[in-house]
């Protein structure tokens, strides 16, 4: 959550209460490297682009992706900054976890659209409008929850 300010804060619940199985919008944690403002991405004029050890480079709009075929599963997201912070030493303790239902295009229709990785992919790579980046193994294509 955040404050009026736009600070992080800890989650919406008493220290100890126990949260719901499924987080409310307004109460799931929110983390960001921006320091002032998230970037605001019009749907329009966007572009997925999917490059590099795929069969056949695109860019893919935002209509295309929401006709792929959608899954929905629940899952629990924890920020990787409850393990690298001393829980008493920042404002939200180490209660940036929340679990949601997800809806979306699974990762392997996704990279069907550029025809597939190449069999030589170590690793695929994301990269975000504000240059937030991660990274994953090949092996989560073939996971049919994703």
Known sequence: MRDKDGALTAAGRAKGELATPITANEDFYVVTKNAVADPIVDAAPW??????????????????????????????????SNFTAGCGLTSFGCDLISTARWKGARLSDVLALAGGLKPSTVGLAFLSTDEFSAGLTPDVVDDPRR
């Not at 997925?48 to 935002?62: S, T």
């Not at 929401?66 to 899952?75: S, Y």
């Open 47 to 80: 572009r997925l682009v999917i490059d590099g050890e795929v069969n056949r480079p695109v860019q893919v709009d935002y209509r295309t992706l929401r006709a792929l075929p959608a899954v929905e599963i629940t899952k629990t997201l924890e920020c990787i």
